[in-house]
């Protein structure tokens, strides 16, 4: 159960690549639906500083790990529905004098009306054309819960457009043409101010420049169970990731 919460940033992919096939370089999408704020280009690569935590409710610590993030984009390829898709692969290292160690490979499907991104089997809809603020859309609505209840953390999200065309500063490198995503925000109680009650605390948000791909990334999840009456341990459980772009070609 505890693994199930382990930064999505964090743990390998688990086989995602054995669901498509028909593999095939060289192919590029051709529409122009939004596309430059997450380009498919073969040896597109962003580099993120990341720093993600860990609520560690069975010890009741909270512990903090600093890690380097390559993102790479690697193939092209048809899915199982003959759609044009890409491979993306990620390796990571804790210091930038260290060798890059593979990490995980994600998958992109851009369509004319949305791109999806799969994440250790994941399917999400990160973005919806055409981009305008206030746009809103369900970019969990590939994500199905009934066989694995702790997917349900993904339910209820509602993406929405923010920021289109402004600048961003992500605390390394500042962006002039950006889009904010943000997709969730809900909090219940805080374990600081009433620490005999459930809290809980779900936050993401991501932000794509023009030319350039993802550049930010926050998510935020935890668990608090009481433990007076509350059948816990009086601690949280749960993670945190913040990814930030510092190089990209």
């Given at each position: 159960?505890?693994?199930?919460l382990?930064?999505?940033?964090?743990?390998?992919?688990?086989?995602i690549?054995?669901?498509y096939?028909?593999?095939?370089?060289?192919?590029?999408?051709t529409?122009?639906?939004g596309?430059?704020?997450?380009?498919?280009?073969?040896?597109?690569?962003?580099?993120?500083?990341v720093?993600s935590?860990?609520?560690?409710?069975?010890?009741?610590?909270?512990?903090?790990?600093?890690?380097?993030?390559?993102?790479?984009?690697?193939?092209s390829?048809?899915?199982?529905?003959?759609?044009l898709s890409?491979?993306?692969?990620?390796?990571?290292r804790?210091?930038?004098?260290?060798?890059?160690?593979?990490?995980r490979?994600?998958?992109v499907?851009?369509?004319?009306?949305?791109?999806?991104?799969?994440?250790?089997?994941?399917?999400f809809?990160?973005?919806t054309?055409?981009?305008?603020?206030g746009n809103?859309?369900?970019g969990?609505?590939?994500?199905?819960?009934?066989?694995?209840?702790?997917l349900?953390?993904?339910d209820?999200?509602?993406y929405y457009?923010?920021?289109?065309a402004?600048p961003?500063?992500n605390g390394?490198?500042n962006?002039e043409?950006?889009?904010?995503?943000?997709?969730?925000?809900d909090?219940v109680?805080?374990p600081?101010?009433?620490?005999?009650?459930?809290?809980?605390?779900?936050f993401?948000?991501?932000?794509?420049?023009?030319?350039?791909g993802?550049?930010?990334r926050?998510?935020?999840?935890w668990?608090?169970q009481?433990?007076a009456?509350?059948?816990?341990?009086?601690?949280?459980?749960?993670?945190?990731?913040?990814?930030?772009?510092i190089?990209?070609?």
């Amino acid at each position: 159960m505890k693994k199930r919460l382990l930064p999505a940033l964090v743990i390998m992919a688990l086989g995602i690549v054995s669901l498509y096939s028909c593999t095939k370089k060289n192919e590029t999408f051709t529409g122009d639906y939004g596309r430059n704020y997450f380009p498919l280009t073969f040896g597109k690569t962003i580099t993120y500083d990341v720093d993600s935590t860990l609520w560690d409710d069975f010890f009741c610590v909270k512990s903090i790990h600093h890690y380097q993030m390559r993102w790479t984009v690697v193939d092209s390829f048809r899915d199982n529905e003959f759609r044009l898709s890409y491979r993306i692969e990620s390796q990571i290292r804790k210091t930038d004098t260290l060798p890059w160690e593979n990490h995980r490979v994600m998958l992109v499907t851009p369509t004319p009306t949305t791109l999806e991104f799969v994440e250790e089997n994941l399917r999400f809809i990160k973005l919806t054309f055409p981009i305008q603020n206030g746009n809103t859309w369900d970019g969990n609505a590939k994500i199905s819960y009934v066989l694995d209840e702790d997917l349900r953390r993904f339910d209820g999200w509602h993406y929405y457009y923010d920021k289109y065309a402004a600048p961003y500063n992500n605390g390394f490198i500042n962006f002039e043409n950006t889009v904010t995503v943000n997709e969730v925000n809900d909090t219940v109680n805080n374990p600081e101010i009433d620490p005999y009650s459930f809290a809980s605390k779900t936050f993401s948000k991501e932000v794509y420049a023009q030319g350039v791909g993802m550049i930010y990334r926050e998510m935020i999840y935890w668990t608090y169970q009481p433990s007076a009456g509350g059948g816990g341990t009086g601690c949280r459980k749960g993670y945190g990731v913040v990814m930030r772009a510092i190089d990209h070609n």
